[in-house]
């Protein structure tokens, strides 16, 4: 498996066979939702069934389906993989597999070139997220991206250990040294988020610490620190790098999904005031004909045939009849294409899992530039 990078994309989107379907599938296969590899065979059993009908028995389609459900079964590391995106042309030797960090709509397009439209979009989405862990004698930052972890730093505090409190006893100034340690720990903690935030760069932070800290910790973070900070995250310093690394993911989701809703919200308002912005499939393409689409908004695994007239690009939900057939090209996944519309007319895509304010306006809609 090959991760999402530039060359990757650009290698796939440039990829042409001159009229040899190429066969793209991409799969969920978020282990927090299917516990097993037979969940993992079902879901793609599900996508398998309905692209073989669709298939006409076109030989070289059966082949990179045939290939596909072969890479799965046999099974692979999903310990860092929630999704996969595969892609295959028989006839041109083509067979390439991207790991994906973003749950994705289960679904097999055929067509002339690859279907990116998605692996776009979650490149699109990368950002790094700090996650700041903190106790009484440490401090561990760590930045990921992509889930992948790409810095670490750690130190540690002056201790007690070696402190005479004899004497400090007989004043009593122990607690005032011990908070005064404290103090001065969060403060280097904060200093050394900070740090991280300038020379290596993240969108959002978590932290974890004991609750008396928490309060001083936020307190003394950076304003460019506290305006990043998502919340706290459930680990000490002293967890391994696994749970630090689902705890990030957990905070990442939670933040995405509140990202989500508040563009949602934001979609909704601006249709409800007839400003620039609209819902529903119909409108939605009309206003892609029109390049008008600043920002495409469209739930999780929301599919459906369509047309696109091959005279003008235009994409239709229901086949016109103001033109000829001959014009007029049949696409299994409309929503998809219009996806791969919009990022090559450079607007941003979002795709929305499981909300519900969208769903009941269409499953789709787009902030218009004009």
Not at 21 to 48: A, F, I, K, M, S
Request: hydrophobic residues 40%.
């Amino acid at each position: 498996m090959t991760a999402i990078t530039e060359d990757t994309l650009r290698t796939l989107a440039g990829f042409r066979t001159e009229g040899v379907p190429v066969t793209t599938c991409y799969l969920d296969v978020d282990g927090r939702r299917l516990l097993t590899q037979r969940d993992v065979e079902q879901e793609l059993d599900t996508v398998l069934r309905s692209a073989r009908s669709r298939a006409n028995g076109t030989p070289s389609v059966h082949a990179d389906l045939d290939r596909i459900e072969g890479y799965v079964r046999n099974g692979f590391d999903r310990s860092r993989v929630r999704a996969l995106a595969l892609f295959s042309c028989s006839e041109r030797d083509l067979f390439e597999v991207v790991a994906l960090p973003a749950r994705v709509r289960s679904r097999v397009v055929v067509n002339d070139m690859p279907a990116v439209g998605q692996l776009e979009a979650i490149a699109e989405e990368k950002c790094r997220f700090g996650v700041l862990l903190v106790d009484r004698k440490r401090t561990r930052m760590f930045i990921f991206e992509l889930d992948e972890l790409v810095e670490t730093t750690e130190s540690d505090s002056e201790t007690l250990r070696d402190y005479d409190t004899r004497g400090e006893r007989e004043r009593g100034g122990v607690q005032g040294h011990v908070d005064a340690v404290a103090s001065q720990h969060v403060r280097g903690a904060a200093a050394l988020a900070f740090a991280s935030l300038q020379e290596h760069g993240f969108e959002h932070l978590c932290i974890g610490c004991p609750d008396d800290l928490a309060g001083e910790l936020e307190s003394a973070l950076h304003p460019y620190l506290r305006e990043r900070l998502r919340g706290r995250v459930p680990v000490t310093p002293q967890a391994s790098l696994d749970a630090i690394r689902r705890a990030a993911a957990d905070a990442e989701e939670t933040t995405e999904r509140a990202r989500e809703a508040d563009l949602v919200r934001r979609l909704l308002d601006t249709v409800a005031s007839g400003g620039r912005a609209v819902t529903g499939l119909t409108p939605v393409l009309e206003a892609l004909a029109e390049r008008r689409v600043e920002h495409l908004i469209v739930s999780h695994e929301f599919e459906q045939e369509g047309w696109r007239c091959r005279r003008t690009g235009a994409l239709h939900a229901v086949r016109p009849q103001r033109d000829d057939a001959a014009s007029l090209h049949h696409v299994e996944d409309v929503v998809e294409d219009a996806i791969d519309d919009a990022l090559a007319q450079g607007a941003e895509v979002e795709i929305c899992v499981a909300n519900a304010d969208l769903d009941v306006h269409g499953r789709i809609g787009a902030l218009l530039r004009y």
